[in-house]
């Protein structure tokens, strides 16, 4: 068997002192890029691999940053985390951290995952995803002081009450319901999720602004469901049976738009002489499958959101005041709408 390759293996074969070694491996900032590129590329050749129990004995950090991952559900919408934690991973790997991964199914199991991976494996810190109204997991993170981000914002607290990053729903529900408007459309309606729901209220008003802006009335004109495919078919359709003159549906994700457009495809009764007629459908999240069947959508800057977590987490771990952001989407125009 091989020796094992050790730091000063690498020093010595890329030319540099041991601590500069170190230092590209641990705080690159203060390496010169062309160095630490060496450093890197005689890392790959033989197969350098950190020793992180000795870190964390030396600088008193794991490395290691804690994430739950969320079930697949229908397969469309879970993409959008795929996105995101893949972002994630590259910008924790280019910080010299790597990812902790975790299930639970609510609030207080993830809190028991908190206790267990802090006795077991000591992480650094913590990016919470899928924040809601009176998120028990920040309040119990905050009261022990232990580093976090949200991906999401705290919507029953002060905006600034922790560091959170995310994306601007009712901007994108307001640009979607916009270009409905630009393109003639008076009877718009909107399918989202039960109230009550932080990131479901959001995207709602937007799509209520943009109506108001246009001086139309939106009473009438919603439906609740909960996220799924089969939700947005029924929704979409008591919604076209209960008013014909609609001609355009927004939604609040594209698991939900799917059903809607499944329901504006068909021949409905309600349309007396026309046997077929196009409906209008906007989804949320512009997921591959968005991409694949021509739905337009709202696309989310999931890479950039990732890698502002993480520099947000790093601050905080650094005890610099972090902050917050919010980020703007974008519409992705196709053939739906």
């Known amino acids: 068997m091989a020796d094992k390759v050790t730091i000063a293996d690498v020093a010595r074969v890329a030319g540099v002192s041991r601590q500069t070694v170190s230092n590209a ?74 990812l902790l991964l975790y299930t639970a199914a609510d609030d207080q199991k993830e809190i028991a995952a908190f206790q267990d991976l802090l006795g077991a494996y000591e992480p650094d810190g913590f990016v919470l995803t899928s924040t809601h109204h009176k998120d028990a997991r920040t309040s119990w993170l905050l009261e022990r002081g232990l580093p976090f981000v949200t991906f999401g914002r705290p919507w029953s607290e002060p905006a600034d009450v922790h560091p959170w990053v995310d994306v601007d729903g009712s901007a994108g529900t307001e640009a979607a319901t916009e270009h409905l408007l630009a393109a003639g459309h008076r009877r718009i309606a909107f399918i989202g999720w039960p109230s009550g729901s932080g990131v479901g209220d959001d995207r709602r008003e937007g799509w209520r602004r943009a109506l108001a802006g ?15 495919i089969a939700d947005g078919e029924a929704a979409a359709r008591d919604l076209l049976t209960a008013d014909p003159d609609i001609t355009a549906l927004v939604c609040a994700s594209d698991s939900l738009a799917l059903g809607a457009l499944h329901v504006a495809r068909s021949p409905n009764p309600a349309w007396h002489a026309e046997a077929y007629r196009r409906i209008a459908v906007t989804g949320f999240d512009d997921t591959p499958v968005a991409k694949a069947i021509g739905l337009t959508s709202v696309h989310q800057p999931l890479t950039d959101a990732a890698a502002r977590c993480m520099d947000l987490l790093g601050r905080a771990l650094d005890g610099t005041p972090p902050g917050n952001l919010l980020l703007p989407p974008s519409l992705v125009v196709r053939q739906s709408a």
């Open 214 to 228: 246009a001086g139309l009335d939106p009473a009438g004109l919603s439906r609740e469901t909960p996220d799924g």
């Open 25 to 98: 491996l641990n705080t690159p900032e203060v390496v010169r890029p062309e160095t630490r590129q060496r450093v890197l590329e005689v890392v790959e050749e033989l197969g350098y691999r950190v020793n992180f129990a000795a870190r964390q004995m030396r600088t008193g950090r794991s490395k290691l940053i804690a994430i739950r991952i969320d079930p697949a559900g229908d397969g469309v919408n879970g993409s959008v985390f795929d996105r995101f934690l893949h972002g994630l991973t590259e910008s924790a790997a280019g910080a010299g951290y790597r």
